[in-house]
DNA sequence: AATCTTTTTGCAACAAAGTTGCATGTGATT
DNA sequence: AATCACATGCAACTTTGTTGCAAAAAGATT
């Protein structure tokens, strides 16, 4: 099953055009084992010693640029990234989903089967993406 | 007119149990002024070398916690500040209505009169506040 | 109006978070 | 194996936010 995961990992970066690397892999790793969203610090944290801070930066801004993982506004303005869909592209990102925190545990899930709803602005106003996030109690800590 | 605002920063002062500042005064009148949201970063340019970063910081904080101003997160995690409604108090906002973010200007406007609409979650999670941000091109810049 | 008390402010020092340039190391391609 | 482009680590720096404390200002009391 590692052997899979492993696998998973290097078709992820292939298809993106990324070189196989260390850190890559690593902090891929973590988004696919993790339920939830991580914080740059989470991932600094999990990787120890083994990767520089910089390096860290460094990748998330590229798994971001190419559309393997999307970031989510919090209420406490920290930053969290989560696994994109499949299907996201390069710049055109279609996670129009909702985002959970629990306020309790920290935990950020990405709700992926709850779409977010449209909804009717004032004249004037041209929409183009919404995003939603909702705090509560997850099932864990209700 | 401009007498007119000054009460009108007094009276909230007052109301808040707040003693009445110079950069609180400052602050109140620069949120009265404007018709978007504030970065923490904005305040301290347009106040020029008038006060310490340190006191913005305090202000804002003072600001929030008595529900005078509420925080908005935003998709490239920077931290805006609005105005509340006069019926915010202490600890209980219900400033439940949809933000707007010109991709543009990056002005960030509170749509007061459109309410963030409820969604259903899977089984399990307990919903306590929604909140939404949209963004896209505001009335000016369309 | 003068005095006392409480709160707010500015300063300094610090901590945390994020950025940039550059030399070196590693992965991909032939 | 040699080459080349790209990724990494390091150092130095900027930006952002926090904390303790003494001085200053605001509010209350006489
Ligand atoms: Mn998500
Ligand atoms: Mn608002
Ligand atoms: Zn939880
Ligand atoms: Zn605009």
Redesign the pocket.
Known sequence: MFLMMEAQIDEI?RKNQ???????KRILELFLMSNGALA??DIEKKTGE??????V???L??FLEKGIIHSIPTPD?S?LYALCKDDCSEGHHHDNHVHFICSICGKTICLADVTVPEVKLPVGFLPHEYQMVVTGLCKECR
């Open positions: 970066l990324l070189s196989v690397t260390g850190s890559r740059h610090g083994k990767f520089d801070r910089v390096t930066y460094r990748t801004q590229t303005n930053v």
